[in-house]
């Protein structure tokens, strides 16, 4: 769908400029005043041209509050993690979950929730667990998805405010204009276009990358939470470090997916 959009696109631009070809060749022969790309810009501003500037703003202003607040520091601390796992290790479930509940990190928030669930037994901490993991991450894909929906809207600004510059261009031939005058209305149209494709490739651009960031950081933290889990799994004192590695790459699959059924076992106390 998006490739016949651009296509689309792509043809009506190509219309446009095979249309202004010969007055562009007038103007050419009879020679005309240079103008610099700063002034063909501000005189080619039209209304579309403050929509595509209010949406870059946009875009600047969400990609600097994601690099602000999407980090490995807001999302899983190490030195977190590092003190949960070893409160867990000495058992002392009480003050892990005090200090977490005081915390507003990923990490700390999916655990948290596991273990509000720990008197229903193991698999209701997992379940909760993931279910708050993707609460959360789908809060953060939700914000970062403007990006992508004012990056595809860019181009078509862009060409709105071209067709509304040929527009007046031809509607100054049709008065008695020349062939220059029209060859000068259509470059400053096409000055819509170019700060179009601008926003589409910055908005698009960097969503790919933000959005990527939020799975790496968000699926990496639900693998730490998830790993931490399996100190509740219920099994023999013998072979429960094999559980454990083995319950751990199952862990990481589930997180991955964000959509995976906890395993079914007898709910224990914790170990």
């Known amino acids: 769908m998006r490739a016949d959009s651009v296509r689309r696109w792509a043809g ?5 400029l095979l249309c202004a070809a010969p007055a562009f060749a007038q103007q050419a022969s009879g020679g005309g005043e240079h103008k610099s790309l700063l002034e063909i810009f501000r005189e080619g ?3 579309p041209t403050y929509f595509i500037v209010l949406g870059s703003l946009v875009v600047i202003t969400l990609i600097i509050e994601h690099f602000l607040t999407v980090r490995r ?16 290790e000495s058992r002392s479930f009480r003050e892990c979950l005090e200090g977490l509940r005081k915390s507003r990190t990923f990490f700390a928030q999916t655990m948290t929730a596991g273990l509000q669930h720990a008197r229903h037994g193991f698999d209701a901490m997992h379940e909760a667990s993931l279910e708050k993991s993707g609460q959360l991450s789908g809060k ?3 914000k970062v998805e403007y990006l992508n929906i004012i990056g595809n ?5 862009g060409l709105l405010g071209t067709v509304w510059g040929m527009i007046e261009a031809f509607g100054e031939l049709g008065a008695g204009g020349g ?3 029209l060859a000068g209305g259509i470059s400053k149209a096409l000055v819509n276009t170019l700060a179009g494709l601008a926003l589409a490739i910055l908005g698009i651009g960097f969503f790919g990358l933000c959005r990527n960031r939020i799975e790496s950081l968000t699926v990496a933290a639900t693998v730490e939470t998830l790993d931490l889990m399996e100190y509740f799994r ?17 862990a990481t699959k589930a997180a991955a997916a964000k959509a995976s ?5 007898t709910p224990g106390e914790p170990s």
């Open 12 to 16: 009506a631009s190509a219309m446009l």
């Open 45 to 47: 501003i039209e209304v």
């Open 73 to 88: 520091a807001s999302i899983s601390p190490v030195d977190q993690l590092k003190k949960s796992r070893e409160q867990i």
């Open 140 to 142: 953060m894909f939700r």
């Open 153 to 157: 809207l860019g181009p078509l600004l």
């Open 179 to 181: 062939g220059g005058q």
């Open 234 to 250: 219920p099994s023999a004192a013998g072979s429960r470090s094999s559980e454990r590695g083995a319950s751990r790459g199952a």
């Open 261 to 265: 059924k906890p395993a079914t076992e």
